[in-house]
Structure formats: structure tokens, C-alpha cells
């Protein structure tokens, strides 16, 4: 949980430079942060489940 508080801290401080963030994660606190942290920060954010990398990549590279 740290690091991913840690990552979020980092994320703010570039989020003018990032245009996407896929979160590719099964535990709960993926959903609860995808809907939390897209309408917070400027670059968009979704989740995809734990099988979904291929998905987030394509995703990302859209």
C-alpha cells in the first residue's frame, strides 16, 4: 500500500506529462481507484483485471 501511495505521490507531480494510467490489478482497491482518481487527475485512468495486460497495453498505446 505504501508504494502505491508512494507511486501516486510521484504521479501527481508529472500527471501534466501522462496522458494514461492503466491499472491492471484483481484486489478491490483497483476499481475504488479507477473511480476515484480518473476525475482527479488529468490523465485517464482504468482498470483492467489481472488477465487484461495485453488489453491496458493496446489501451495505452491508443
Same mark, same amino acid.
Given at each position: 500500500?505504501?508504494?502505491q501511495?508512494?507511486? /501516486?505521490k510521484f504521479v501527481n507531480t508529472v500527471h501534466d506529462k501522462i496522458g494514461k494510467i492503466a491499472l491492471v490489478t484483481d484486489i478491490p482497491m483497483g476499481t475504488f481507484a479507477?473511480?476515484? /482518481?480518473?476525475? /482527479?487527475? /488529468?490523465?485517464r485512468v482504468r482498470k483492467f483485471d489481472d488477465d487484461g495486460r495485453d488489453q491496458a497495453m493496446s489501451?495505452?498505446?491508443?
Open positions: 500500500m505504501g508504494a501511495f508512494a507511486h /501516486l479507477d473511480h476515484v /482518481l480518473d476525475p /482527479l487527475m /488529468l490523465a489501451w495505452l498505446r491508443d
